[in-house]
C-alpha cells in the first residue's frame, strides 16, 4: 500500500502533471487573497489544531456526520467558494468599466454632442455580470447561514432571517454576538435582501425581471452610467459617477461581514464548548 502511494505522490510531483495543474489553474484557477482567506484560515485552525471533541463525536457518528460536512465543508466550501465568485464578478465588472472608459475616450464625442445627452446601449456582457454578481453576493451570504445554523444541527439557510432564527434558540454565549452582527449588516445588504413589499435587486433578477447594470450617458461632463439596479444618478446614488464606486462598497461590506461572524462564530462556539466540558 505504501509503495502505491509513494507511486502516485511521484506521479503527482512530476513535471508532466505539474504542468497540467499550473495549465489548469492559470486558465479556470482563482485564489483569494491572503486577507481575504484569514477568516476561513481562522475557523480551520479552531476545526483542525486541535480537533474539538463535538466534532470528533459527529465524525465517529454515522447519524451526526452530516453535521460535520455541513459545518466545515460550509465555511471552508461554500461560503469561501461563493465569496471567490462574487470578488471575481466584482473584478469582471471594474475591468469592463474601465475597457469601456477608455475606449470611449479616444473618440471626440463631446464636439460632435455639443450641449445634448447621448445615450447608449447594448451592455449586455455588463449585464450579466452585474446579475452574476449580484446572485453571487445573495449566495454567499445564505451559505453563511446554513453554515452557521449546522453547529446548532438546523438546515435553515436563510441570512435574511438568520436573526429571529438565533433569538429563538437559548445559547446566548454562540448567538448574541451573531444577531448583533447580523442587525448591524442586514441594513446594508438591502440590495440583496427584500422587506415586505420591497423587492430586492436579487430578487428582482432571480424572479421578476431583467435589471440592467445603466444606460451609458454621454455629454459635455463625459461618461456616466445612469439607472440600473443601483440606480445610479437617482436617490440615495444621485452623485455617483461609476458603478465600481457602488460595487466597491458592497464589497468592503461583505468582506467585513464575512471576517466579523466566522471570528464571532468560532470564539463563541470556543467558549460554549469550553464551558461545556468544566
Known amino acids: 500500500m505504501d509503495d502505491i502511494f509513494k507511486k502516485m505522490a511521484e506521479s503527482f510531483f512530476s513535471p508532466e502533471i505539474q504542468g497540467c495543474v499550473s495549465v489548469v489553474e492559470s486558465i479556470a484557477g482563482y485564489k483569494l487573497s491572503a486577507s481575504d482567506r484569514q477568516p476561513f484560515l481562522y475557523f480551520h485552525n479552531y476545526l483542525t489544531n486541535p480537533q474539538p471533541d463535538f466534532i470528533s463525536e459527529w465524525r465517529n457518528d454515522e447519524t451526526q456526520e452530516k453535521w460535520y460536512h455541513r459545518f466545515a465543508n460550509g465555511i471552508l466550501g461554500d461560503v469561501q467558494n461563493a465569496f471567490a465568485c462574487a470578488l471575481y464578478h466584482y ?19 463631446r464636439r460632435v454632442i455639443g450641449n445634448s445627452t447621448i445615450g447608449l446601449g447594448n451592455t449586455l456582457v455588463w449585464d450579466f455580470e452585474y446579475q452574476a454578481f449580484i446572485l453571487a453576493f445573495r449566495r454567499c451570504l445564505d451559505y453563511l447561514a446554513r453554515a452557521i445554523c449546522a453547529y446548532f444541527k438546523n ?13 429563538n434558540l437559548n445559547r446566548p ?4 454576538p451573531l444577531i448583533d452582527l447580523h442587525r448591524k449588516y442586514s441594513t446594508k445588504f438591502d440590495f440583496v435582501l427584500s422587506d415586505g413589499n420591497r423587492k430586492s435587486v436579487r430578487d428582482k433578477i432571480s424572479h421578476y425581471e431583467y435589471v440592467p447594470v445603466g444606460c451609458i450617458n454621454l455629454s459635455q461632463r463625459g461618461f456616466m ?10 436617490g440615495e446614488n444621485k452623485g455617483a459617477i461609476l458603478l465600481s464606486e457602488v460595487l466597491q462598497n458592497h464589497v468592503t461590506n461583505i468582506r467585513a461581514c464575512i471576517q466579523e461572524l466566522i471570528t464571532s462564530y468560532v470564539d463563541g462556539i470556543r467558549v460554549e464548548q469550553h464551558e461545556k466540558n468544566v
Do not use: P
Open 91 to 109: 473584478e469582471r465588472l471594474v475591468a469592463i468599466e474601465q475597457s469601456v472608459m477608455e475606449g470611449i475616450e479616444r473618440h471626440n464625442y
Open 155 to 167: 438546515d435553515f439557510h436563510s441570512f435574511r432571517k438568520l436573526g429571529r432564527f438565533l433569538e
Open 173 to 176: 454565549v454562540v448567538t448574541k
Open 225 to 234: 452610467l445612469v439607472g440600473g439596479g443601483e440606480e445610479l444618478g437617482l
